[in-house]
């Protein structure tokens, strides 16, 4: 026959303000009916609502989200056990495996008889929280068992999860440092900073991207760019195209050759023909006073000097890449046509470049204003924070922040920022230092045995 429903009792006003509601699911099959749950005593303060199911499949469907805690008897037949005898061997836990995977955030009680404290103990082993026996049972017992069990799930379920937030953190600095570049500026005196964040939560990458690198003849090339959208697919199309920027300029291309081949690379990676990327290049003379400059569909650069920041010209810029039509391309190409022409630009001797992707100049300028920031407020921010003499990492950290400060929270957008500076004196300085350390050579007796020239790679400046 089957077991009774075990009826709630009756819980005062009193009572329930003293402590929160809990559901105790129960699952057992008595065909005795002698089962029943005790009554809870009143001093417990905790109202509990009490759901019984006959099986498995029944209490699967009263599983829903406001269960708090399920007592289970390891006696419950499952599957083919239900109609037979269960054979010899057979897994005497497998209703309680079964209920652990259907209900992986639940609390779990075992119940089980007198004499099974061995199963008993084994069912703690498997993942529940606690075993009761069915003799000793009583309300008082109960009671504290479905607190204690609920309080120790929950503190399993938190320490689970902060060990996952320490271990993706882990695994996103490992591929941080994987993804975003390492600049190739040995031998430059140039200096270089970056920041990066993506507007997506708990995304390790956006859309945008960036790469510096020098080449054999001591032109510093440097590209900022973002191809649109904040998706996982968008992130790695970023990545493939810095990739290909790198190697490309390494291989020799510069200006409208390069961002010509860039344009077939993103044409056969994107996923969609509506997907484009803006792109922003620089190539740097050797010498550090001239730059040449190409734009894409992309906002122009900043340029810092001591008569303060502006921006560089931008009336030339071409289309971004993806947009020209696929044949548009190769016949522009061959009528002599420059898509993506390239402006020359005088940086002088002291200087500070900053390259950046829209995600900066599109956040709001107060938490409740919808109006953007754009490039001329951002020129402004920037000349602020260079009078209050910050430089450098400084200076991007203290720009990405009030950007976000000034928006009253996070960016939705992706925001890149990268820095070039070169500073004449100190690149005067140290080579009055080389040339001074040269010019004095260390006096020996004249009677010691002449030794080796000094090593001429220990003259040259360290790689900033």
Known sequence: MPAPVPQQRAVSAAETSHGADLTLLVIENDPAGTFTVPELPAAAGTRVRIRTARNLTEAGRLLTDDVDCILLDLALPTGSEARSAPAEGADELAAL????????????LALTAEDDAELAAEAVRVGAQDYLFRGELDGRLLSRAISYAVERKRADVAQHQLTESRLRAQENARLERGLLPTPLLEGSDLRFAARYRPGRSRALLGGDFYDTVRTP????HA????????????????VELRIAWRALTLAGLCGDELLSTLQQVLEHERESEEIFATLCTVDIAPDGRRAGLCLAGHPAPLLARHGGAAL?????GGPALGLLPRNAL???LRAGDTPWPRRQVDLGGSWSLMMYTDGLIEGRVGPDCTQRLGQDGMVAMINRQ???GLTGEDLLEAAVTQ???LNGGELTDDVAVLLLDRDQEHIRRQGLNANRGRS??????ESAPPTASANPASAQRPPL
């Open 440 to 445: 004095i050579p260390r006096p020996r007796p």
């Open 97 to 108: 495996k079964h209920v652990l995977r259907i209900a992986p955030r639940h609390a779990v």
């Open 223 to 238: 590209m900022i760019g973002d191809v649109c959208g904040h998706g996982p697919d968008e992130a790695a199309l970023g």
């Open 217 to 220: 003849d001591g032109t510093v």
């Open 386 to 388: 260079l009078a209050q």
């Open 330 to 332: 190769p016949q522009a």
């Open 403 to 405: 950007v976000r400060e």
């Open 312 to 316: 560089l010209p931008y009336e030339d």
